[in-house]
C-alpha cells in the first residue's frame, strides 16, 4: 500500500503546473533580476509582468487578451528566461530589450520590448 501512495504523490505532483511546483535556488535568484510592469514593444505592442502574490519567482504576463503564468529558468548566459512550458510561452530579458515568444511555433510574438529600466 505505501509503493501505491507513493506512485499516486508523485503522479499528482506530475500533473501540477509548473507554477504550482517548487523552484529551485537558481530559478529565485533569475525571479529577483526580473522587470516588472508594462514593457512597451515594436509596432505598438506592450507586455504587462507581474509578481503572483504569495507565490515567490512566479510572474503573471499579459499581452493582448492572452494571460500566462511564467517561471524562471536558469540561464547560463546571464539572461532573464520566464517560460509556461505548457502554453510554450517564453520571456526573455537582456539588458537592452525583452522579448516575447512562442516557442511552439518557433516565433516572437513580440519584440524590442522595454522596460524603463532598459531604456
Request: hydrophobic share 35%; charged share 15%.
Given at each position: 500500500m505505501l509503493r501505491a501512495l507513493t506512485l499516486a504523490?508523485?503522479?499528482?505532483?506530475?500533473s501540477l503546473p509548473a507554477a504550482a511546483q517548487?523552484?529551485?535556488p537558481g530559478q529565485l535568484d533569475a525571479a529577483n533580476r526580473v522587470f516588472t510592469g508594462t514593457a512597451s514593444c515594436d509596432a505598438g505592442q506592450s507586455v504587462n509582468l507581474s509578481p503572483v502574490p504569495g507565490?515567490?519567482?512566479?510572474?503573471?504576463l499579459e499581452h493582448k487578451k492572452a494571460k500566462y503564468t511564467l517561471?524562471?529558468?536558469e540561464t547560463t548566459t546571464g539572461a532573464v528566461r520566464l517560460e509556461d512550458?505548457?502554453?510554450?510561452i517564453v520571456w526573455i530579458q537582456i539588458p537592452s530589450k525583452s522579448m516575447l515568444m512562442n516557442s511552439k511555433i518557433g516565433q516572437r510574438v513580440a519584440d524590442g520590448?522595454?522596460?524603463?529600466?532598459?531604456?
Open positions: 504523490a508523485i503522479a499528482a505532483l506530475a517548487n523552484l529551485s507565490k515567490p519567482g512566479h510572474f503573471t517561471v524562471p529558468e512550458k505548457k502554453a510554450g520590448c522595454k522596460h524603463p529600466q532598459q531604456s
